[in-house]
């Protein structure tokens, strides 16, 4: 790796340094590389295609449904994982961490600059979005207090940071989810802030050339029942290896940790620092499931629920 040169450092401070989608310390992933999550997704559909749960579904619904499950799974890795940046680093925070986080996995996937990463923003957006419209018909109280945004407020800042990123090619998704032109107008701002605060604050701890590797172990753990249809996909595409992969690559961690898949008992998501674990769970890819095929139809004997 070539070391800093000043210029580079200047364009630094307005270009945000995300783990997969950073374009200047290393050569960037190219789309191709990134767009093996859709082509493994695809092999994943089709060998689980005589699955008992999934054998009356037509071929293009499952596509669209482990598309969904898979993009949103990938969001929340990335949310997570800048929980682990904040913890571990020792980041400052202006404002929620919670915001913090969702914008670091937005900017991370904008600028892989695929048409499949922009997908997986996509359907991020529209999971908050069915998440609201499940929690009108379930009759659940708006948190207010909660450490976590609004659902919509969460979708539509999503959508903002795209439209911020490039107004032109996002100009159909802002359309589609009625953002406002006046925020729309305002998205730039937001996005260019985002993305100087995370440069600036992860720059101090890229690893260069001669500095090891941090090790970052990947684990998928057993899932039986409704479960092992996401286990599978999880373990199929590969959802955690490229994540683990490109974080020891480019930053210097100051201790091992995991990435882990795992049966929890409730839907959740979350970095553990005494553990040194990140626990994407099971029981939140069947509920992302759910979400898109019912779009919130809350049924008996469900699983108690957890804010990501």
């Avoid at 701002?189 to 985002?194: F, I, N, V």
């Avoid at 210097?252 to 620092?273: D, H, K, Y």
């Avoid at 674990?277 to 629920?305: H, I, V």
């Amino acid at each position: 790796m070539k070391r800093w040169n000043l210029p580079l450092r200047q364009v630094l401070l307005v270009r945000p340094i995300v783990f997969i989608g950073l374009a200047a310390a290393r050569a960037q992933p190219t789309p191709t590389d990134f767009d093996k999550f859709k082509s493994r997704i695809d092999d994943a559909v089709r060998t689980l295609g005589n699955h008992p749960r999934l054998k009356g579904i037509p071929p293009k619904d499952r596509e669209h449904l482990a598309e969904f499950v898979s993009g949103n799974m990938l969001f929340v890795l990335l949310h997570e994982l800048a929980h682990a940046a904040i913890a571990e680093l020792d980041l400052p925070v202006l404002g929620r961490e919670e915001d913090a986080a969702d914008s670091f996995a937005s900017l991370t996937l904008i600028h892989i600059k695929s048409q499949f990463s922009e997908r997986v923003l996509a359907e991020a957006a529209k999971g908050w979005f069915m998440a609201d419209r499940r929690d009108v018909k379930a009759g659940d109280p708006l948190p207010y207090y909660d450490e976590h945004g609004l659902n919509q407020q969460r979708a539509f800042q999503i959508v903002c940071y795209m439209v911020g990123a490039d107004p032109i090619r996002f100009k159909d998704l802002a359309a589609q989810t009625k953002l406002p032109k006046n925020r729309q107008e305002s998205c730039s701002e937001d996005y260019r802030k985002a993305a100087k605060s995370w440069g600036v604050l992860l720059q101090p701890h890229l690893r260069a050339a001669d500095q090891q590797e941090t090790r970052i172990d990947v684990i998928y753990g057993d899932a039986k029942g409704r479960l092992e249809i996401a286990a599978q996909v999880a373990r199929s595409i590969r959802l955690l290896e490229p994540v683990a992969a490109r974080s020891a690559e480019l930053v210097v961690w100051p201790a091992p940790f995991s990435l882990e898949m795992q049966t929890c008992g409730i839907i959740n998501a979350r970095w553990s620092r005494s553990a040194r674990k990140l626990t994407l769970c099971y029981e939140l890819a069947e509920d992302f499931a759910d979400l898109f095929r019912d779009y919130g139809t809350e049924r008996p004997g469900r699983r108690p629920r957890k804010s990501r």
